[in-house]
């Protein structure tokens, strides 16, 4: 998958991992990732999404984390929770706000199939053991678009390994050297000034 990499990134991951702000910093990812995605949906499907997307965006965080805990690096850890997005999505029909062709998803599995076994992560369950206790609210399927599935956001070939994206444009195979941590600055991070108010 061809993903972006920035301080931004690196702020974000330092922030959920401290107290008070990593609340913060978690909403508004959140609420990022929800209203990307639903600008790809189908605008008659967007608000009936909603809820499930927060939900599940909420879930992936945890996921994130324990990636990283596990050893994964920044780059990695976050493809991990972007490839149970787009399996959720296959599993909907929701095909218009996939980020690689659903021909792909096999591959994307089998590249973190041993982390993806560990958490009983599979295509047809996307958050395994991250999912809450109470499961997360149901939004409508149309599983007609995997007939004959558009991808309009989908950009194939890159399921060999993770691509990151620079601010200039340019693809590097595998993710960015990652700063100290002491040269992060949590302030970058989405939410992270909220605290600051």
Known sequence: MKIRQNVRHFASRKALELPVVSDLVKDKLVDMHTDIFLGKADAEHREARRDR???FFDATMDTYLVALQQGAPEAEAREITHIQANF???????????EFPADELGDHYDRYSDFFERHGISIDDPLGEFAPAGGIPD???TPEKLEEPEHPYAE??????????DADGNV???GRDEPDPEDVDVSHAPGARDEET
Not at 88 to 98: C, I, P, S, V
Not at 156 to 163: I, L, S
Request: hydrophobic content about 40%; overall charge negative.
């Open 139 to 141: 939004a409508p399927s």
């Open 156 to 165: 194939g070939g890159f399921a060999d390994d993770v691509y990151v994206e």
């Open 53 to 55: 997307l927060d939900a």
């Open 88 to 98: 959720d999505f296959y599993n909907h029909g929701w095909t218009e706000m996939m």
């Open 172 to 174: 590097h195979v595998g």
